[in-house]
């Protein structure tokens, strides 16, 4: 199987190279890659004034199987994966059961290797059960084949069994995935507090909740040496914390979702429940200061948070919905809607923050088009303007922050493993 | 009733996203209503035949009362339904409960429940006219425009008089409801709470923030003194009840300082002895019973309006002359 792709603009920062080119995919890798290539292939697809980059590598997406098949599949989970342009994703544990045992973590690759349609890394809990309580046996999740551990949904509380678990994490070289929430501060709040939380009556929750965690999680790493990464930073204070921390050389890494970048908890005037998502949506300057980190290398990566839930658990009252919204088809148009287009961010630097930095940080050996690296490609069509809706998604739910937005950007190809496994073609060019 | 309608809402779910013409407009026709509740045959045909539900989530008896005898004057047919003894109780969503009440060709919904939100999620899926009658923290509409009715009765303005609300600001639907209506109006707002129970930024609505029970009273034309919810779980921290009385509680001796003739004003109902001595509450300043009677003709006024408007939009297809 063959594959060229002619004259896009190859975006491939690890390699540096942004200019436009032909891309020759051969057996699963890339075989050529030069301004023109005269030969022939099985498939050639036009990609002139399109954007081609490395698959993305989203670290942060719940794919709910086993346990939760109503919401989401590892099927129909990696099949909204390849329409977003994302090739490898990291799997949160917080299933049902959790992945904290050998048996069930078999359990889901056995799964995996019979419906994944993109390549899906599976993240350990931190506890059993998710418990908080009692560390996991780190070194056989390794050798079951996790590449991290999580609590995701949860903070392990206690700053005791944390710095346990990092310490066992550490020794099984595995990264530490830290869900920062003080759930005593949080409590049962539904947004954040401040004059929006006043507004519609709903319960705040504390900034406070999130960068208090963000703190301590970095001190125990600094305690046992291991590498953590903060997910989902929401808040200005942990852009903050985070960027004193790097300074000091420290071994963290942190992401951010689309929505923490996009949009503000004024969404919420209507009482829709597509933006209740934990952390919640902040402020303005809160939005600004994660731009600000993406920019000069605080926050490393863009991840989706993917959460799917039914219509059941979100259409409801407002104080009773699920936390949580899909993001897996919407954020690389997210993201050049709202970084590119407004020039906070070049091309290279956003395939950096999608490609690049979660591949170094995963140790995946990906996110990049250099000669012999393997043929995970997405191709992007930036000027594409687009509506979200309900009807579009892949992924079984519907539960979008994105709904009724145009966005700018859209995935035309995503190259799996050397093969077209998404193409989306504009009717016009149907027949 | 005949009012050249500038009233296009099919609902009223909030006074945050109301004009001060909106709310002149449902002033003025409560004026018209309350006449008719003073005369002896205290009934108009203006609503005959629509259907009326009265859905409440949470127990209440003045509001739901107060609804109940609104819609009957007007002719209305009214049905209540409690939680309580109704298929909720056997997990039914709220939007599926309000399509089936829809699909019994009701009218009106009104509708009271704990979650704040809850009516507006309501009105979204129904062609019915939903009004709300208190959502979790969030809003209470009728209840501030009764206060506003009150006022606007006793002072002969709203435009510059100095309303003071003391309470538990942070969960009050009545607090938010009156700070929007009456900021709209260009009345001076101040609002008196021990800290923890004055909500964040609450200062951006327009209002003034002050922790002493005397300086709301100074100056201040009307207090309006909120009930203290002792008995709901907020998960939050709240004062000692003698405490509270004694630092926040309205006193006579603590009314004398205050301007003659302040009105006071309260929502029910009142716990004596904890926010307001009971020589406040039935002294010559309080106007809390009249409230209740201002209540209905508040109401009527609300029913009809959104009655009107619904039946406009939902006709608006068909040609007209």
Same mark, same amino acid.
């Given at each position: 199987?063959?594959?060229?792709?002619?004259?896009?603009?190859?975006?491939?920062?690890?390699?540096?190279?942004?200019?436009?080119?032909?891309?020759?995919?051969?057996?699963?890798?890339?075989?050529?890659?030069?301004?023109?290539?005269?030969?022939?292939?099985?498939?050639?697809?036009?990609?002139?004034?399109?954007?081609?980059?490395?698959?993305?590598?989203?670290?942060?997406?719940?794919?709910?199987?086993?346990?939760?098949?109503?919401?989401?599949?590892?099927?129909?989970?990696?099949?909204?994966?390849?329409?977003?342009?994302?090739?490898?994703?990291?799997?949160?544990?917080?299933?049902?059961?959790?992945?904290?045992?050998?048996?069930?973590?078999?359990?889901?690759?056995?799964?995996?290797?019979?419906?994944?349609?993109?390549?899906?890394?599976?993240?350990?809990?931190?506890?059993?059960?998710?418990?908080?309580?009692?560390?996991?046996?780190?070194?056989?999740?390794?050798?079951?084949?996790?590449?991290?551990?999580?609590?995701?949904?949860?903070?392990?509380?206690?700053?005791?069994?944390?710095?346990?678990?990092?310490?066992?994490?550490?020794?099984?070289?595995?990264?530490?995935?830290?869900?920062?929430?003080?759930?005593?501060?949080?409590?049962?709040?539904?947004?954040?507090?401040?004059?929006?939380?006043?507004?519609?009556?709903?319960?705040?929750?504390?900034?406070?909740?999130?960068?208090?965690?963000?703190?301590?999680?970095?001190?125990?790493?600094?305690?046992?040496?291991?590498?953590?990464?903060?997910?989902?930073?929401?808040?200005?204070?942990?852009?903050?914390?985070?960027?004193?921390?790097?300074?000091?050389?420290?071994?963290?890494?942190?992401?951010?979702?689309?929505?923490?970048?996009?949009?503000?908890?004024?969404?919420?005037?209507?009482?829709?429940?597509?933006?209740?998502?934990?952390?919640?949506?902040?402020?303005?300057?809160?939005?600004?200061?994660?731009?600000?980190?993406?920019?000069?290398?605080?926050?490393?990566?863009?991840?989706?948070?993917?959460?799917?839930?039914?219509?059941?658990?979100?259409?409801?009252?407002?104080?009773?919905?699920?936390?949580?919204?899909?993001?897996?088809?919407?954020?690389?148009?997210?993201?050049?809607?709202?970084?590119?287009?407004?020039?906070?961010?070049?091309?290279?630097?956003?395939?950096?923050?999608?490609?690049?930095?979660?591949?170094?940080?995963?140790?995946?050996?990906?996110?990049?088009?250099?000669?012999?690296?393997?043929?995970?490609?997405?191709?992007?069509?930036?000027?594409?303007?687009?509506?979200?809706?309900?009807?579009?998604?892949?992924?079984?739910?519907?539960?979008?922050?994105?709904?009724?937005?145009?966005?700018?950007?859209?995935?035309?190809?995503?190259?799996?493993?050397?093969?077209?496994?998404?193409?989306?073609?504009?009717?016009?060019?149907?027949? | 009733?005949?009012?050249?309608?500038?009233?296009?809402?099919?609902?009223?779910?909030?006074? /945050?996203? *109301?004009? =001060?013409? @909106?709310?002149?407009? $449902?002033?003025?026709?409560? %004026?018209?209503?309350?006449?008719?509740?003073? +005369?002896?045959?205290?009934?108009?045909?203006?609503?005959?035949?629509?259907?009326?539900?009265?859905?409440?989530?949470?127990?209440?008896?003045?509001?739901?009362?107060?609804?109940?005898?609104?819609?009957?004057?007007?002719?209305?047919?009214?049905?209540?339904?409690?939680?309580?003894?109704?298929?909720?109780?056997?997990?039914?969503?709220?939007?599926?409960?309000?399509?089936?009440?829809?699909?019994?060709?009701?009218?009106?919904?009104?509708?009271?429940?704990?979650?704040?939100?809850?009516?507006?999620?309501?009105?979204?899926?129904?062609?019915?006219?939903?009004?709300?009658?208190?959502?979790?923290?969030?809003?209470?509409?009728?209840?501030?425009?009764?206060?506003?009715?009150?006022?606007? /009765?006793? *002072?002969? =303005?709203? @435009?510059?008089?100095? $309303?003071?609300?003391?309470? %538990?600001?942070?969960?009050?639907?009545?607090? +938010?409801?009156?700070?929007?209506?009456?900021?709209?109006?260009?009345?001076?707002?101040?609002?008196?709470?021990?800290?923890?129970?004055?909500?964040?930024?609450?200062?951006?609505?327009?209002?003034?923030?002050?922790?002493?029970?005397?300086?709301?009273?100074?100056?201040?034309?009307?207090?309006?003194?909120?009930?203290?919810?002792?008995?709901?779980?907020?998960?939050?921290?709240?004062?000692?009840?003698?405490?509270?009385?004694?630092?926040?509680?309205?006193?006579?001796?603590?009314?004398?300082?205050?301007?003659?003739?302040?009105?006071?004003?309260?929502?029910?109902?009142?716990?004596?002895?904890?926010?307001?001595?009971?020589?406040?509450?039935?002294?010559?300043?309080?106007?809390?019973? /009249?409230?209740?009677?201002?209540?209905?003709?508040?109401?009527?006024?609300?029913?009809?309006?959104?009655?009107?408007?619904?039946?406009?939009?939902?006709?608006?297809?068909?040609?007209?002359?």
């Amino acid at each position: 199987m063959s594959i060229l792709i002619r004259q896009g603009r190859v975006v491939d920062p690890a390699n540096g190279v942004d200019e436009t080119r032909d891309l020759l995919v051969e057996n699963g890798a890339v075989a050529k890659s030069s301004p023109e290539i005269k030969a022939g292939a099985e498939t050639v697809i036009e990609a002139a004034g399109k954007i081609v980059m490395p698959g993305l590598i989203d670290m942060h997406v719940h794919l709910r199987e086993p346990g939760r098949e109503d919401k989401e599949t590892v099927e129909t989970g990696t099949l909204a994966a390849l329409c977003g342009g994302v090739t490898t994703v990291l799997a949160m544990p917080n299933t049902e059961p959790a992945m904290d045992s050998i048996e069930n973590v078999r359990r889901l690759f056995e799964i995996i290797q019979k419906t994944a349609r993109c390549r899906v890394l599976v993240c350990g809990a931190m506890t059993l059960g998710r418990k908080g309580e009692q560390p996991v046996e780190a070194h056989l999740l390794e050798r079951a084949g996790v590449v991290a551990l999580s609590d995701d949904g949860t903070s392990v509380d206690s700053a005791e069994v944390m710095r346990e678990v990092l310490s066992r994490a550490k020794e099984s070289g595995l990264l530490a995935v830290c869900h920062c929430e003080d759930r005593l501060l949080s409590g049962r709040g539904v947004m954040s507090l401040g004059y929006m939380s006043t507004r519609l009556g709903l319960r705040g929750i504390p900034r406070e909740a999130e960068f208090k965690r963000v703190e301590r999680d970095i001190e125990l790493a600094q305690m046992t040496g291991c590498p953590v990464h903060i997910a989902h930073v929401s808040c200005r204070e942990s852009v903050d914390i985070i960027r004193r921390a790097k300074k000091k050389k420290f071994t963290v890494t942190a992401e951010t979702a689309p929505h923490y970048f996009s949009l503000t908890d004024a969404a919420l005037a209507d009482f829709d429940t597509n933006f209740k998502v934990n952390p919640p949506l902040r402020e303005v300057d809160d939005a600004a200061a994660i731009c600000d980190g993406l920019k000069d290398q605080t926050i490393d990566c863009i991840a989706s948070d993917h959460a799917p839930h039914t219509e059941n658990e979100k259409e409801i009252e407002f104080d009773r919905a699920e936390f949580g919204v899909i993001g897996l088809e919407t954020q690389l148009a997210a993201a050049i809607t709202q970084l590119v287009e407004t020039g906070t961010l070049s091309w290279p630097e956003l395939v950096a923050k999608l490609c690049v930095n979660p591949a170094r940080i995963l140790g995946c050996g990906r996110g990049q088009l250099g000669v012999g690296a393997p043929a995970d490609i997405t191709i992007v069509d930036p000027a594409a303007s687009w509506q979200v809706t309900k009807q579009d998604f892949a992924s079984k739910s519907r539960n979008s922050a994105f709904l009724g937005r145009t966005l700018k950007g859209r995935v035309t190809h995503t190259i799996f493993d050397g093969k077209v496994a998404f193409a989306r073609y504009s009717p016009s060019q149907k027949q | 009733m005949k009012t050249k309608s500038a009233w296009t809402r099919k609902d009223l779910l909030d006074l /945050e996203s *109301l004009t =001060r013409e @909106e709310l002149e407009l $449902v002033l003025a026709t409560a %004026d018209s209503f309350k006449e008719v509740i003073g +005369r002896t045959v205290k009934k108009v045909p203006t609503l005959r035949g629509k259907t009326i539900v009265n859905l409440f989530y949470e127990p209440s008896t003045r509001t739901r009362i107060s609804f109940e005898v609104a819609a009957k004057r007007l002719s209305a047919d009214v049905i209540n339904i409690a939680t309580e003894a109704s298929s909720v109780r056997k997990g039914e969503t709220l939007i599926d409960t309000g399509r089936n009440i829809e699909a019994l060709k009701v009218d009106i919904v009104v509708v009271r429940h704990n979650c704040s939100g809850a009516a507006a999620i309501l009105a979204r899926h129904l062609r019915a006219s939903v009004i709300n009658a208190g959502d979790g923290w969030h809003e209470h509409p009728t209840q501030a425009l009764l206060d506003m009715f009150t006022l606007k /009765e006793k *002072l002969g =303005r709203l @435009e510059g008089i100095r $309303v003071s609300i003391v309470g %538990d600001i942070a969960h009050s639907r009545v607090a +938010r409801s009156n700070i929007w209506g009456l900021t709209k109006m260009g009345a001076a707002v101040t609002v008196c709470a021990p800290p923890l129970l004055v909500p964040p930024a609450i200062e951006r609505t327009g209002v003034r923030v002050t922790h002493s029970i005397d300086e709301a009273l100074a100056g201040a034309d009307a207090i309006n003194v909120l009930r203290m919810q002792f008995e709901r779980d907020t998960g939050d921290a709240f004062p000692q009840q003698l405490e509270y009385f004694k630092t926040y509680g309205i006193t006579r001796e603590r009314l004398e300082k205050a301007k003659k003739d302040i009105l006071v004003m309260h929502p029910g109902p009142i716990n004596r002895g904890i926010e307001m001595a009971s020589d406040v509450a039935d002294g010559p300043n309080s106007v809390i019973l /009249e409230q209740v009677t201002n209540g209905i003709a508040v109401r009527m006024a609300v029913l009809f309006l959104v009655a009107q408007a619904n039946e406009y939009i939902h006709n608006k297809s068909e040609p007209k002359k």
